[in-house]
């Protein structure tokens, strides 16, 4: 069994209803780095910008580790989510569960 880390970085509490926050969650395992790219904007939105597996790491389910992380920071977080990055919104087709949080703007 191999372990592999993730972590939040840069990421701010929501507080200023202005501010835009740009982060990233990651996956470092056999010394590559995986991530999906995210942005909160301070009005409750959370945006999934783009994901982006490893070359060595595809089809290990690395992917959908970072997409469930993330609606798991929004739901966590009372965010509302709105979907660019393809890979998640494929996700979003197989696992309904995390459709509630997608938001309507």
Known sequence: TE???LSLHDALPICNPTKVTRSRFEIEQEG??????FETDGLGWMTIWHTEVA?????KG???ELVTTAFQYAKENSLQVDVICPLAKHILETHPEFKPLLGKR
């Open 3 to 5: 372990i592999y880390t």
């Open 32 to 37: 590559l780095v995986s991530y999906l790219e």
């Open 55 to 59: 070359k060595g790491l595809r089809g």
């Open 62 to 64: 690395i992917g959908l």
